[in-house]
């Protein structure tokens, strides 16, 4: 779920050499997708205010997620690498954080597992979290490696949280 154009006409780096597009990360991400949802529910007492937060974290990682779709456009990819062809998009939900999309996975698995009280999902979402910080970190050296004004992007925006991470 590559984020990737800043626009129109924005200068690319050629490369002469193949591409992996990185479908071990995406292999990865569907095993980790399918253990949160098989695995048994572990309850465990939470505050109602917790349980609360939870359901907005839900509701609003549906909304970033949906606003991330509409940004990225044809250009959306679950692989790390940039789509051939593909822009680097830095509007939208991506003037907000550089990976509107893994921002949106996370507060949908932390809402769900705080909203449902559930501790093997809460323990699923941290991997989940590791998992994303480090597909973002490899992605973002591939988008610069083929956009020249992805660093400068980089150093404004955000990777996860808008204005702090």
Not at 105 to 116: K, Q
Not at 147 to 154: L, T
Request: proline fraction near 7%; charge should be positive.
């Amino acid at each position: 779920m590559t984020g990737v154009s800043l626009g129109h006409g924005c200068p690319t780096r050629s490369t002469d050499r193949p591409v992996d597009r990185g479908g071990g990360w995406v292999a990865v991400q569907l095993v980790l997708f399918a253990l949160f949802l098989a695995v048994s529910p572990q309850p465990v007492a939470l505050p109602e205010l917790a349980r609360r937060l939870g359901l907005a974290g839900l509701v609003l990682g549906g909304i970033v997620l949906a606003l991330s779709f509409l940004s990225l456009g044809r250009n959306l990819s679950p692989f790390p690498a940039p789509k051939p062809g593909g822009q680097l998009v830095t509007s939208g939900a991506l003037a907000w954080v550089r990976h509107p999309v893994y921002c949106a996975l996370l507060c949908a698995a932390f809402g769900w597992s705080l909203w449902r009280a559930d501790a093997a999902r809460l323990v699923l979402s941290a991997v989940l979290a590791v998992f994303f910080d480090a597909k973002a970190r490899g992605e973002e050296r591939r988008l610069a490696e083929r956009f020249a004004a992805y660093p400068d992007y980089a150093r404004r925006v955000k990777r996860f949280v808008p204005g702090i991470y």
